[in-house]
């Protein structure tokens, strides 16, 4: 864990994503189940398709740059999974991450501001 952006980055091992998703959903039910936050929503197909848009941006460019990289899923099997079914960083060593971050985003509102703005 890092902080970065004045905010914290998570890039578990890849053999301790698993974990690290269930721990996860784990805190957030103990947080709603207190009362802590409501029930998050899944996310719509509209959500997910901008979600898959964005995060295909940063697949071309991490393929520009000449980092590795797998092959986005079909958009249906993306939105059917809820987004979980890939992650252009997947293949990253871990400690690649915060090294690709620089070059390629994977924040959202970073890479909607970029998409947006029609920048390459």
């Known amino acids: 864990m890092e902080l970065v952006d004045g905010g914290l980055l998570a890039t578990p091992a890849p ?6 998703r269930e721990t996860l959903a ?24 901008a979600w898959y848009e ?4 940063t697949h071309d460019c991490m393929a520009a740059a000449g980092y590795p ?10 939105v059917e999974s809820n987004g979980r079914v890939w992650h252009p960083y997947d293949v990253l060593p871990v400690e690649k991450i915060p090294v690709v971050e620089r070059v390629c985003p994977q924040d959202l509102v ?11």
């Open 15 to 20: 053999e301790q994503r698993d974990l690290y």
């Open 26 to 49: 784990a805190c957030e039910k103990s947080a709603i189940d207190r009362g802590l936050v409501g029930p998050l929503l899944p996310p719509s197909h509209e959500e997910l398709a």
């Open 54 to 57: 964005a995060l295909t941006w």
């Open 69 to 78: 990289v797998s092959d986005p899923p079909s958009l249906d099997l993306y």
């Open 110 to 120: 970073v890479l909607f501001e970029i998409i947006a703005s029609g920048e390459d």
